[in-house]
């Protein structure tokens, strides 16, 4: 095991990489139960999805770990799976199974720009205090999930009234919720406890803090097993989405109508942008405080023929596993930014990875005990990963604001708009406006160009969506 994940070389142990994968599972089990209740309401089976959602994460958090080699673990995405329902099917009009077809179609996408290394090389036309700006805008982005997730933050629209009479709302502010709920409790608790421990440096202190949280959850009547499907009932569905894509009603229905075609590209263009640039984001952000993508790792990728370096086959995993998350029945398997709660537990090999994929195969049988851990118990864990990531930020020079503007669009539009592309983007169009007026166009790589005109190009499309 040593010598396959090559765990003393990269300063780590057996040990430490299951408290890892735990951690990450724990971080992110959510999505077992949140992605079949979203998905569903576009009329797929709950069941069916469920058995999806833990299918795509357990193939493609394995090729993440035993491919790559990397402590990532990957599931249907938030935010993507949103997307899919409430626009592409509410507002656009397709049908889930014509919606499951583009999501493959982003996959087959994602997978060619990888294999050419396109990818790549937007990571490496990325300036160097951009990446330093991610980072920490991802720090700020984990821990207010984390906070979001326990609904600590709530927000509050302000009437506006005329004689006295309320005719809309508007003003929508975000506020501290009133402490009047075990759950909140709960959660101000386990960070306090986890907090404590990391400061007196306790091994495993995150994954001891989720499941401390979870136990002093029981009394309070927090932490409690809720009801779900069978595995045995959920097999019955799962052939309701299987496979769908390549019947007639998925991509034989998609491109049978040509007045649609120009929406059907504008979308499946919005749901590659987002997907790739979430990815991309969150290697950048974890990977490179951490050590786990090396600027060795970056020197291989240019010197080195083939996908022999550990970003190269990180992306490709993370390609392959959008196109098999659609076969079985679900929307964009992405890299997902909890896998930062394992890095910051210690995980630095796909042994991590692996461990996460087991927890995710055994959530299948025992998905009534994995939906009794609260977010009240994960939630401190992303809120003290983020802090951690949040040192990136050191290496900024905020005191020249010609560095400073681009980085911080980068770091706080992450967590503003709930999306780590759309923070890339922000960042990417004020780091090429702050180069323009100080005449230093040629510092702008051709790539980021590119980048930045595309991510214009996706805003423009989403503007005129629902027109088209």
Known sequence: MDRFFKLKQNGTTVGREVIAGLTTFFAMAYIIAVNPTLLSASGM????????????????????GLVANVPYAQAPGMGLNAFFVYTVCFTLGFTWQ???????ICGLINILITVTKVRKYIIKSI????????????GIFVAYIGLLNID??????????????????????????????????LFLIGLALTIILL????KGAILIGIVATALIGIPMEVTATTDTISFAEACKQLPSTFGVIFTSEGLGSLFSDISKLPLVLVTIFSFSVSDTFD?????????????????????AMETTPGFKSKMDKALFADATATSIGAIFGTSNTTTYVESAAGIGAGGRTGLTSVVVALCFAASAFLATFVSAIPSAATAPALVVVGIMMMSAFKEIKWDDFDEAVPAFFAGVFMALCYSISYGIAAGFIFYCITKICKKQIRDIHPILWVSTALFILNFVLLAILPNL
């Open 45 to 64: 089976e709950w069941g069916a999805v469920f058995l999806a959602t833990i299918i795509s994460a357990i193939i493609g958090t394995l090729i993440m």
């Open 98 to 104: 014509q919606a499951l077809s583009m999501v493959f």
């Open 127 to 138: 300036p160097r205090s951009l990446q330093n700006a991610i980072g920490g805008g991802i």
């Open 152 to 185: 600590i933050i709530g927000f509050t629209g302000a009437a506006i009234s005329e004689d006295g009479v309320s005719i809309n709302t508007s003003g929508i502010v975000p506020e501290l919720a009133r402490l009047d709920s075990p759950s909140l409790w």
């Open 199 to 202: 400061v007196c440096k306790v």
């Open 279 to 299: 990815t991309i984001g969150t290697f950048i952000g974890t990977g490179r405080r951490t050590g786990i993508f090396s600027d060795e790792d970056e020197r």
